[in-house]
């Protein structure tokens, strides 16, 4: 089971806090700090300690079951799903907001979408190197 503390709370962060929640996972599928099969804390351990209402958790795991990240199995807990990293079609419609965000923010700075493309690369390239280097680990 991933330990609460994998995910941290932002009281300073624009997202609400479920939407936190959602991000920390996504981004532990992604580098494979969460693992396909992997089980989630439940709704009330997760809640106490991150020191928010279950309900919001509970939003939280919704949001990521809808897309397909999680499943819960009645009785036995809630998991990454073994195809979490394939579903294409949900990421697709959830990243595009946040590509949005991502442009008008760099506009905002000055950043042409040429020097976005690269910044872009390099987090792509840090991502790998991050998952090569744990796959070594183990």
Not at 115 to 122: N, Y
Request: glycine share 6%.
């Amino acid at each position: 089971m991933v330990p609460p503390s994998h995910i941290h709370i932002t009281p300073g962060d624009d997202a609400p806090i479920y939407r936190q929640i959602v991000r920390q996972v996504i981004a532990g599928v992604a580098s494979g700090d969460l693992a396909p099969g992997e089980r989630l804390p439940s709704l009330r351990a997760l809640a106490k300690a991150l020191v928010v209402a279950p309900l919001t958790v509970k939003k939280a795991y919704e949001v990521l079951e809808s897309d397909g990240l999680i499943e819960t199995k009645q009785g036995q807990g809630t998991f990454i799903r073994i195809d979490a990293a394939k579903s294409k079609q949900k990421a697709s419609e959830r990243l595009h907001s946040t590509l949005r965000r991502l442009v008008i923010e760099a506009e905002v700075a000055g950043i042409e979408p040429h020097e976005l493309q690269t910044l872009i690369q390099q987090a792509t390239q840090a991502l790998q190197t991050e998952r090569r280097t744990k796959g070594d680990r183990a």
